[in-house]
């Protein structure tokens, strides 16, 4: 059996290498379907990754509560991300802070209110800035290190603010403006502490910490009335407690909502970022343009084994003359359709990762390369030869030999 196995892959890189160009365009439509799969899946995964460590150095031991929002269509999904108010049917309120916080086992309590406004000092204006409304907690529970000073504390949050590297840069012309004042909505506030400059601007709260001013909520509320929040965070006392600490804040809210039930509660492997389900929703309809790809890389197996078939058909009666069976030559076009297939398979994969690098050098994508993409896509092209192969290689196979013979080119 091994003989044969070896007299197959033989005579199939014998005919490979007799139609190189023939075969090297053949393998290039299914390369291109495979680089297509390559690029989605190292860049979903280089996303998943960058949430997956951030939410590793936040701590295991973090609920996240969101509003509840309909993701069941493409439509609402869209819309929810592209709407000028990110959350603006979120019914989350300061009282749902309180609740949260009086909750046993709870340590922190972190509310998000995010707004854009206008920042001024004396000489600079930030027309869009990013303010984020929370509490002193959220330092306690969001990985954020501190360039300057300090942050928001009990003693100093109704005229204090912590801005962001950029922000700083933008606004006072310095990385270093701690104990300067700037204007929000009329009010004057102090800087008393700067953010050490974040270099993955993806994360699970959505947030670009660069560019923002962070301020306490309750004085966000009163400057600009009740803001939307879109997210509050909460750190418990170990891992063991979250599943309590959840269903505890859940009947909490169920509770405080009227028994409406207009909220989500996640925490561990369920914590996402907001724009999963966009990025799942591209991710599908990338990789149905990419399996388009294979289906014509695919046929283009089809039709060159076909004519591989019918330039053949004499060797075929001779093979057939001296002893081979039906099966011999099934097997040896579908060994010669596999081959095609596998060696664009492992040209697609070295073309989606130097894409994917390529990629890499202008967005803060890193390519995730794994074991498992490799083997998925190594597998898809096996399938493509076979699926493909087939129909030529009965072809083939059912040819008579007499008529065979009386065949030439």
């Not at 003693?155 to 840069?169: A, D, I, T």
């Not at 803060?364 to 993409?373: D, L, Q, R």
Request: contains cysteine; aromatic residues 6%; charged residues 15%.
């Amino acid at each position: 059996m091994s003989t044969l196995i070896r007299t197959h892959i033989r005579l199939a890189r014998a005919s490979i290498h007799a139609n190189r160009t023939r075969s090297f365009l053949t393998c290039l439509g299914i390369a291109i379907g495979i680089a297509s799969i390559i690029l989605i899946l190292s860049l979903t995964g280089s996303i998943s990754r960058l949430i997956s460590d951030e939410l590793s150095s936040a701590g295991a031991d973090l609920i996240v509560v969101r509003p509840s929002i309909s993701k069941d269509t493409v439509t609402s999904v869209v819309e929810e991300l592209t709407s000028s108010n990110l959350y603006q049917k979120s019914n989350l309120a300061i009282s749902d802070v309180d609740r949260i916080a009086q909750i046993p086992q709870v340590t922190a309590v972190a509310p998000i209110a995010l707004s854009v406004n206008t920042i001024t000092d004396e000489d600079n204006t930030v027309a869009s800035a990013t303010v984020l409304g929370t509490t002193p907690d959220f330092i306690d529970i969001e990985p954020l290190a501190l360039r300057y000073g300090t942050f928001l504390s009990d003693n100093n949050k109704s005229n204090s603010v912590v801005v962001g590297h950029m922000l700083s840069l933008l606004l006072f012309n310095t990385s270093n403006p701690v104990g300067r004042t700037l204007t929000f909505h009329g009010q004057r506030f102090i800087v008393v502490g700067v953010l050490e400059e974040i270099t993955d601007t993806i994360n699970f709260n959505n947030i670009d910490y660069n560019n923002t001013l962070v301020m306490d909520l309750g004085v966000l509320s009163e400057l600009l009335g009740a803001p939307q929040i879109q997210q509050i965070n909460v750190r418990v006392t170990s891992t063991s407690a979250l599943s309590e600490v959840a269903s505890g804040i859940t009947d909490s809210l169920h509770q405080n909502h009227a028994g409406d039930t207009n909220f989500a509660v996640a925490y561990g492997n369920d914590l996402t970022h907001p724009a999963s389900n966009l990025l799942n929703i591209i991710s599908g309809m990338l990789a149905i343009v990419a399996g388009i790809s294979l289906v014509v890389g695919g046929i283009g197996i089809m039709n060159i084994m076909l004519v591989s078939v019918a330039e053949r058909t004499h060797e075929i009666g001779i093979r057939k003359a001296v002893g081979a069976s039906s099966r011999n030559i099934l097997m040896q076009f579908m060994f010669e359709s596999v081959i095609l297939s596998l060696l664009g398979g492992v040209l697609g994969i070295i073309l989606g990762y130097l894409f994917a690098f390529l990629v890499s050098v202008i967005t803060p994508f890193t390519p995730y390369i794994s074991w498992e993409i490799i083997a998925i896509t190594l597998l898809t092209s096996l399938v493509v030869g076979i699926v493909f192969g087939t129909y030529p290689a009965l072809k083939a196979a059912s040819k008579d030999p007499i008529e065979s013979l009386k065949h030439y080119r």
